[in-house]
């Protein structure tokens, strides 16, 4: 059971550049999540989806998109890089819906993706 | 502006003492409240929650207390030890779908022998 994997851990990305960053989970998860982590902001959610094939705006969404075409993958997204996503980006998950065992689920993390743009 | 605030970046405390980490809410809307730790390189984990029908949860050495009133909650640890290094995140729900939470900015907490 390998919880929350992120796909890479590490990118340096040139601005203009596109690039995609994985999310897999094998707890059969219904809501999945990305997040941004900026110092002295804390953790700013940017897409969540509720189940395949649904994909919903976080707080911080402009410049990213995001698919869910399996359950267990999250994709997220930069079709343009540009240096203020200069970020750690954290995936996560929980369970939801009809599985669900309430609507205060823990959420689970991944390890997360250092993507630094020039 | 942020809903959820920890307005101490960071947090030193000797080992075998108590650690008390604050944290502040704005929005009156929140029912449920956790706290996150994190190891540099990690992704953050659960520690614990509270409910707003309660003031007071306990787990082990993790005790996490909210005052309504005041729209503030802390997470006590005692007695500190040195794995306890790391940054806490405060984070808060108002039950919306989807599970959503909002992260307060983090305290780093060092334990020093």
């Known amino acids: 059971n390998a919880g929350v994997t992120q796909t890479p851990k590490f990118r340096v990305l040139k601005t203009g550049q596109s690039m995609t960053l994985l999310c897999a989970q094998d707890m059969n998860h219904e809501y999945m999540y990305w997040y941004r982590q900026d110092p002295g902001m804390g953790l700013r959610l940017i897409h969540y989806?509720?189940?395949?094939?649904?994909?919903a705006k976080g707080e911080v969404p402009d410049g990213y998109n995001v698919s869910r075409l399996k359950k267990q993958n999250f994709l997220l997204g930069l079709e343009s890089a540009a240096p203020s996503q200069t970020s750690v980006y954290f995936c996560a998950s929980t369970f939801g819906g009809a599985g669900g065992q309430s609507s205060y689920n823990e959420q689970f993390f991944g390890p997360g993706t250092r993507l630094t743009v020039l | 502006d942020q809903q959820v605030k920890q307005n101490s970046p960071s947090l030193s405390v000797q080992e075998g003492r108590i650690s008390i980490l604050n944290c502040d809410y704005t929005n009156s809307m929140f029912d449920y409240f956790l706290w996150y730790k994190k190891y540099p390189a990690e992704g953050p984990t659960f520690l614990i929650s509270?409910?707003?029908?309660?003031d007071k949860n306990e787990d082990g050495r993790f005790t996490v207390f909210l005052n309504k009133s005041a729209k503030h909650l802390s997470l006590h640890i005692v007695p500190s030890q040195p794995g306890d290094s790391a940054v806490y995140f405060c984070a808060a729900s108002d039950g919306s779908s989807a599970s959503k939470i909002i992260f307060g900015s983090g305290t780093r907490l060092s334990i020093r022998p």
């Open positions: 989806s509720v189940g395949e094939g649904t994909t």
């Open positions: 509270i409910s707003s029908i309660k």
